[in-house]
């Protein structure tokens, strides 16, 4: 549903804080300091705000740094203070919400940000709920706010690693959740925040709290469901002579089913998609039901990494001692993020079995993360040549474009043994052959 500029009762000079200066707390910081307002980035980690006072940002994300140089002591400032929420119109809590041991969202910073927000909300603020909740928590908030004259609303997030800043300002969809969503004051503030976006394509859902925090799990278990979907039929595509990248293009083609996240492989990882397909399973089973069709998306991404290391195993016989050129090792491109990383998983497998293994990522972060994981367990080397050499097998664990780009010819040369495992479909598979490479994909 579109809002009218001409309906917003506006607040003039509007002031935002934004709790928790992570992934998603920091790109809300910067993002809302480019469009211009006065924006307080809040965390209770000294370190972090240090850092970020500095121009320095606390994890890998392209065009981030750059933002907070430009506007870092301008018209966005970094604070451990929370008095800062004194002067501020609306208070984005933006924490995490990490899988505690029964698979749940575990709120406690969560709700721990909005006891520490409390006693410095000004009259009529809003408090803006980003963090991924379950279906329930904004109706907990406002009970815990029930003495504060204030709204509560919901506004999930929908950032991908490694493009955030770009998904910021081109998002498809802003989806707003209210308490009474028919009720002006809370709207007309997120709609004059959100003002920005109305000459572009995006989408506002205005709705109820509940299917706002449902419309984040559903679209993150739909996506995995879509994944789990191409990697089960990967494995009849190895049976029967179809290649699952031509299938998925044909697939693509039809509107209704879209061209993305279509993509067979390793399977799905990091620090979303995994978790929150959990909380969603959780949620059904907290209301007396099996939520199958995701159970069974969880159980098909679960068995992925052995499914591909069956293979590898199978065609190298026996992995001790063997060398082992991994390339890629976040849970996906352009990201230092290792979290639920399939790359990750590999290698921990490679090990068990005492092959040798040697890695890299092109994000510098990712192989310092890799570092504090492995140790001297494994050797991280600076590039793709330097990983190649002398190696029995070449897994592509992580989808780099980049890959393709890389002097296959020279690798040839480079390597003991011409094979290639593409756990991620991504190389040319006519290009590698060329060059003498034995190649497998996933399904194809
Ligand atoms: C996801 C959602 O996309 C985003 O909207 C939400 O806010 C946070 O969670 P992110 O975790 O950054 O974002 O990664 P995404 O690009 O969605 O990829 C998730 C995983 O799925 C990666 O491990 C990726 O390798 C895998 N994937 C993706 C596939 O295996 N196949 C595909 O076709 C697409």
Redesign the pocket.
């Known amino acids: 549903m579109h809002e009218k500029k001409n309906e917003i009762t506006r607040v003039d000079k509007m002031k935002i804080a934004v709790i928790g200066t992570g992934y998603v707390g920091l790109i809300q910081s910067v993002g809302l300091a480019k469009i211009g307002f006065d924006v307080f980035g809040i965390d209770i980690d000294e370190n972090k705000i240090k850092m970020l006072n500095s121009g320095k940002i606390p994890i890998w994300e392209k065009d981030v740094e750059e933002l907070l140089k430009k506007y870092n002591g301008k018209n966005l400032k970094f604070t451990t203070d929370f008095n800062a929420i004194k002067e501020c119109d609306a208070v984005f809590i933006c924490v995490g919400t990490p899988q505690s041991d029964d698979g749940t969202a575990d709120l406690k910073y969560l709700f721990s940000a909005v006891e520490s927000v409390k006693p410095y909300l000004k009259k009529n603020a809003v408090v803006v709920i980003k963090s991924?909740v379950p279906v329930g928590t904004n109706r907990k908030v406002k009970e815990l706010l029930k003495e504060c004259k204030c709204d509560v609303v919901s506004n999930?997030?929908?950032?991908?690693?490694?493009s955030?800043i770009k998904?910021f300002f081109n998002t498809d969809r802003i989806v707003l959740g209210f308490e009474d969503k028919t009720k002006h004051e809370a709207r007309d503030r997120l709609m004059n925040i959100y003002e920005y976006f109305y000459n572009k394509k995006t989408k506002f859902i205005i709705t109820n709290w509940e299917s706002a925090e449902l419309i984040?799990y559903a679209?993150?278990s739909f996506?995995?469901v879509?994944?789990s979907f191409?990697?089960e039929l990967s494995h009849l595509c190895n049976c029967i002579g179809a290649d699952i990248t031509e299938v998925a293009k044909g697939m693509g083609c039809d509107k209704r089913i879209g061209e993305?996240?279509?993509?067979?492989?390793?399977?799905?990882?990091?620090?979303?998609?995994p978790k929150?397909v959990n909380a969603l399973m959780k949620q059904f089973c907290q209301n007396d039901m099996e939520a199958k069709i995701i159970t069974a998306a969880d159980n098909v991404n679960s068995e992925l990494p052995d499914v591909f290391f069956n293979r590898v195993s199978k065609r190298l016989k026996n992995l001790e001692g063997k060398n082992i050129a991994c390339l890629g090792v976040a849970?996906?491109p352009n990201?230092d993020?290792l979290r639920?990383?399939?790359a990750v998983e590999l290698k921990h497998k490679f090990l068990n079995k005492k092959a040798n293994i040697k890695c890299f990522d092109y994000v510098g972060g990712a192989m310092d993360n890799a570092e504090k994981i492995f140790g001297d367990k494994i050797k991280i080397c600076k590039t793709v040549n330097e990983t190649v050499e002398g190696a029995d097998a070449i897994i592509i664990a992580?989808?780099y474009d980049e890959f393709n780009d890389e002097d296959w010819e020279y690798i040839a040369e480079l390597v003991n043994e011409k094979l290639i495992f593409d756990g991620?479909n991504i190389l040319d598979e006519k290009k590698v052959k060329k060059h003498g490479f034995e190649y497998y994909g996933v399904g194809r």
């Open positions: 991924t999930p997030e929908f950032l991908k690693e490694g955030a998904d984040k679209s993150n996506l995995a879509k994944i191409m990697n993305h996240f279509l993509n067979a492989g390793l399977g799905y990882g990091g620090s979303c998609f929150d849970f996906k990201t993020d639920d990383s399939r992580t989808e991620r």
